[in-house]
């Protein structure tokens, strides 16, 4: 859905003529998922946080203490309330990040930035230990290319809330779809080089989407998976082929990659995949594919 609406051009993105077209709701869809994938994006690259996971998704973890508290950075004027923030997420060394993704098309907010700002203020520490950084992030697609506003306010006392949400936790819920049976349907287990990947192919975009199982078969255990994290080398693959191949596959640090079809098909080091099994489990599973449109949005 993201990217049949955007154009890249060397390193920008901008939003294409077909978007424009779109309905005033669907408009509303793209812009929440272009925003919060541009959220992912910077957490990983200048947060090094691979792991990003919504509040909501987790039940009663919310803890308020006292009243809501007004943020030290004020750049613009806000009215509503303050909750807590949308995103929660942890970095490779087990510290915890909260974010506030923002994504409009009609352009920049000061507003709608500053309500980001207030509700990432709010939050005094994850699962008993303060945050490393809050972050506010508002992404505005109305620029050619997009431009992300960041501010990373610092809040200190125990006052606001309380997210009780563990590293352990959040790993187990990000994985958790990965090993659905609904995903286990529409992919196929695809050998990259050492590792084993579960992979399905996206035959809008003519690209596949590929998560390392190990991961997947470790993530109800945090000993088991640090164990399979530190031993998948994402600096190799990262030095093979991102620097080289940009335009056709990207390695992520939570263990995905996504490419370009023909690459994977012609380039040596996927020889022997079974990546003409993967296709036709695709397409026996097309129906299903389509129902399961929550693995889009993830």
């Known amino acids: 859905m993201a990217l049949g609406n955007v154009d890249k051009t060397d390193l920008s993105i901008k939003l294409n003529e077909s978007f424009y077209k779109l309905d005033p709701s669907e408009k509303n869809k793209v812009s929440y998922s272009i925003g919060t994938g541009l959220t992912k994006i910077f957490s990983e ?28 950075v004020i750049l613009h004027n806000s009215n509503k309330t303050p909750k807590e923030p949308d995103l929660i997420g942890y970095d490779s060394s087990g510290n915890p990040h909260v974010l506030e993704a923002k994504g409009y098309s009609s352009g920049f907010k000061g507003n709608v930035l500053q309500h980001a700002i207030n509700q990432v ?6 699962a008993g230990r303060p945050p ?33 949400i ?33 992979v399905i192919y996206l035959p809008e975009v003519d690209c ?11 993530s109800s255990n945090l000993h088991d998976f640090t164990l399979a994290y530190s031993n998948t080398n994402f600096e190799r693959e990262f030095l093979k082929f991102n620097e ?55």
């Open 208 to 218: 596949c989407f590929g998560i390392d199982l190990e991961l997947i078969k470790t």
């Open 45 to 72: 690259e200048f947060l090094d946080v691979p792991w990003l996971g919504h509040v909501s998704t987790f039940n009663n973890v919310v803890n308020w203490r006292g009243k809501k508290i007004p943020s030290k």
């Open 244 to 298: 080289l191949y940009s335009e056709n596959i990207n390695f992520g640090k939570d263990g995905t990659f996504f490419a370009r079809r023909e690459f994977l098909l012609n380039f040596n080091y996927f020889s022997g995949s079974n990546f003409e099994g993967l296709f036709n489990v695709h397409s026996l599973s097309n129906s299903l594919f389509d129902e399961k449109n929550q693995l889009m949005h993830t």
């Open 132 to 164: 490393k950084t809050k972050v506010a992030c508002f992404n505005d697609l109305s620029k050619k290319p997009f431009v992300a506003n960041i501010v990373d306010p610092i809040i200190e006392g125990n006052e606001g809330c309380s997210l009780n």
């Open 121 to 126: 203020s709010q939050v005094s520490d994850v």
């Open 166 to 198: 563990s590293f352990e936790q959040l790993i187990e819920s990000y994985y958790k779809f990965f090993d659905s049976l609904e995903f286990r349907e529409i992919s196929e287990e695809v050998s990259i080089g050492s590792k084993l990947y579960r």
